[in-house]
């Protein structure tokens, strides 16, 4: 059967997002200029046009400054538990002195001068100009929209997918991942013919983006079959003597009743991701989980890109399930892979024998040769 039958009906550039640029920036740009060349080709006289432009400037900053006051109200209440008893430091978290505070500076002189000394005009602008930005504080107009907000959790790398993913190599992958092939080695030796291809000698992780994460994977799937699991690695852990680690090795069968068989789990944090969106104490809904979801695949691969000692010892899967009552669409998810590496193999031993089929190669040699293939490869997460 072509592979491109088992191609995932959703390719990873379409389901998982990439890290934002700076296109709101340059859009910034791009408004910046076409506003400035409508305000040249308005022909208002340039006093009456910096006057204004100095105004607007000194209402924002002042809006700044009363936000800051606000928050210092509440802050103030805080400062032990929270600053150390230090009020510079409160006074810091709540006024972005370094830039704000000149620009207030320079504005306010600049429309004081423009102003010709007329101080009753001044305080009556001053006034108005607090008085807006009061009624934006208290209506709560200012607070930042949800694109900017998921921006600055990203940014920050405060998301709650960061964490799981971090603590999920840190805690685990980092762990097992650089035992895996031994243990597969292992296997293979003892039952020659289940694991001939060495590319599939890797941690299979499944990443649902529903956070549906089954127990048994065979009551995911009945072409997903346990066959055993994998010598089991003992190591002391955060106060456990002799913590186990240990991965079930399955049997997948195809559609022409062939068995292909490899190694593969569920990334568990997402069970957390799943368990926080069914708890009404986290208020974390349904479309926080996917877009949770989608940055814990995304921050997992960018961490285990990084990782030398992970290098080629697993491969992320990451899947949306089907609207449609798909019995075998996991089996079949699974096998794509399977025989995207096989080929993989292929291609490298066939290229091997081309230039020199009298040497046999390590499996880090082959790695170095691999030349880039036209077949799509939308979920490779092991290329280095």
Same mark, same amino acid.
């Given at each position: ?10 390719p ?8 934002? $640029? ?10 910046l200029?076409?506003c400035?060349?409508? %305000?040249? %080709?308005? $022909?208002?006289?340039? #006093?009456?046009?910096?006057?204004? =432009? ?9 809006? /700044? ?9 509440? +802050? ?8 150390? *008893? ?11 002195l ?15 001068? =423009?102003?010709? $000394? ?21 209506l ?6 949800? #694109?900017?907000? !998921? ?10 997918a ?43 992780? %499944?990443?649902?983006?529903?956070c ?9 799937? *009945? ?24 991965? *079930? ?7 022409d009743?062939k ?10 944090? =997402? ?23 989608? %940055? ?5 691969? +960018? ?5 030398? +000692? ?7 899967? /990451? ?8 019995t075998?669409?996991l *089996?079949?998810d ?9 080929h993989?193999?292929?291609? /490298? ?12 190669? !390590? ?5 170095l040769?691999? !030349? ?6 939308p ?6």
């Amino acid at each position: 059967m072509s592979q491109e039958l088992w191609r995932p009906s959703h390719p990873t550039t379409l389901l998982i997002p990439k890290a934002r $640029g700076r296109r709101a920036q340059h859009a910034a740009y791009l408004l910046l200029a076409l506003c400035a060349a409508a %305000l040249y %080709l308005a $022909g208002e006289p340039l #006093v009456h046009t910096a006057r204004s =432009l100095t105004s607007h400037f000194v209402a924002l900053q002042i809006g /700044v400054l009363l936000k800051g006051i606000c928050y210092l109200a509440e +802050e103030i209440f805080h400062l032990q538990s929270r600053y150390h *008893s230090s009020f510079w430091r409160a006074l810091s978290a709540c006024f972005p002195l370094h830039w704000h505070g000149t620009m207030l500076l320079i504005c306010g002189s600049a429309y004081v001068a =423009l102003l010709d $000394g007329n101080g009753q005009l001044l305080g009556f602008h001053l006034g108005l100009a607090s008085l807006c930005q009061l009624l934006i504080l208290a209506l709560g107009l200012h607070k930042p929209s949800a #694109v900017e907000m !998921s921006e600055m959790s990203e940014r920050s790398k405060q998301n709650v997918a960061h964490g799981l993913a971090w603590s999920y190599y840190v805690g685990y992958l980092k762990i097992v991942l650089p035992r895996v092939k031994k243990s597969m080695e292992e296997f293979s030796r003892a039952n020659p013919n289940m694991l001939a291809c060495r590319e599939t000698w890797k941690l299979h992780i %499944l990443i649902p983006l529903s956070c549906d994460v089954y127990d048994d994977l065979e009551k995911a799937d *009945s072409n997903i079959q346990y066959l055993t699991d994998l010598t089991e690695t003992t190591l002391p852990r955060a106060g456990t003597k002799k913590r186990v680690y240990k991965h *079930s090795l399955y049997t997948i069968r195809d559609e022409d009743n062939k068995l292909w068989h490899c190694a593969v789990e569920y990334a568990t944090p =997402l069970q957390s991701l799943y368990a926080m969106s069914q708890d009404e104490c986290a208020a974390f809904s349904r479309e926080n989980r996917l877009e949770q979801a989608k %940055l814990f695949y995304r921050t997992l691969e +960018e961490i285990l890109k990084g990782s030398k +000692e992970c290098a080629g010892t697993y491969r992320l899967i /990451v899947y949306e399930e089907s609207g449609e009552a798909e019995t075998h669409f996991l *089996s079949r998810d699974i096998l794509w892979h399977l025989r995207q590496q096989r080929h993989e193999e292929y291609t /490298v031993y066939e290229g091997n024998q081309l230039h020199n089929p009298s040497t046999t190669l !390590s499996s880090t040699e082959l790695n170095l040769q691999i !030349s880039e293939s036209d077949l799509p490869q939308p979920l490779r997460s092991d290329c280095f």
